[in-house]
């Protein structure tokens, strides 16, 4: 939705006194209305969320390295993007210690081996990353009869 469309939507094409009430709301509420709705386009256009990293992954990374998860941000679901994704992320953590575990054909996710260099390249990636965590290898329960 443009800005003029929200404007004229909302009835704030002309401006009364902030008292008066126009279909049910002030004009100031109209106005706060409209302010958070400019506000969302523009953060939700822009896309630079800064990316959630895991309490334990810079615990981990002060004193060495972390195996971690890194959640990528992808329009379109399609393998080929997912991928292409991929390849730039690994493209901008040349020259740090990243190691690449493992990469996923169908999910939009990385798991690595990340030191502090990497992690702060990792949170640079504002466009391209949305969470870092710590990736646990959890082992199964063997004694524990399968779920049904």
């Known amino acids: 939705m443009t800005r003029i469309s929200t404007v004229a939507r909302l009835g ?3 401006a009364p006194s902030t008292g008066t009430r ?13 302010l958070v709705v400019l506000t969302s386009t523009c953060s939700a256009v822009s896309g ?10 810079r615990a981990a990374v002060r004193t060495g390295t972390a195996r971690v998860l890194v959640d990528l941000r992808i329009v379109s679901g399609d393998s080929s993007a997912i ?4 390849n730039e992320a ?7 210690g990243a190691r690449l575990a493992r990469r996923y054909s169908t999910a939009p996710l990385l798991a690595l081996e990340i030191d502090a260099p990497a ?7 504002r466009d391209i990353v ?7 290898i ?11």
């Open 48 to 57: 630079a969320d800064d990316p959630v990293i895991d309490p334990d992954v």
């Open 90 to 96: 690994l493209r901008r953590l040349a020259g740090t």
């Open 119 to 125: 992690l702060s390249r990792l949170e640079a990636m």
């Open 12 to 14: 704030l094409a002309r």
């Open 22 to 34: 126009l279909g049910g709301l002030t004009w100031a509420a109209r106005m706060g209305v409209l």
């Open 138 to 148: 959890t082992p199964l329960d063997e004694d524990r009869p399968p779920r049904r």
């Open 130 to 136: 949305t969470r870092v965590r710590a990736d646990r």
């Open 83 to 86: 991928g292409s994704l991929q």
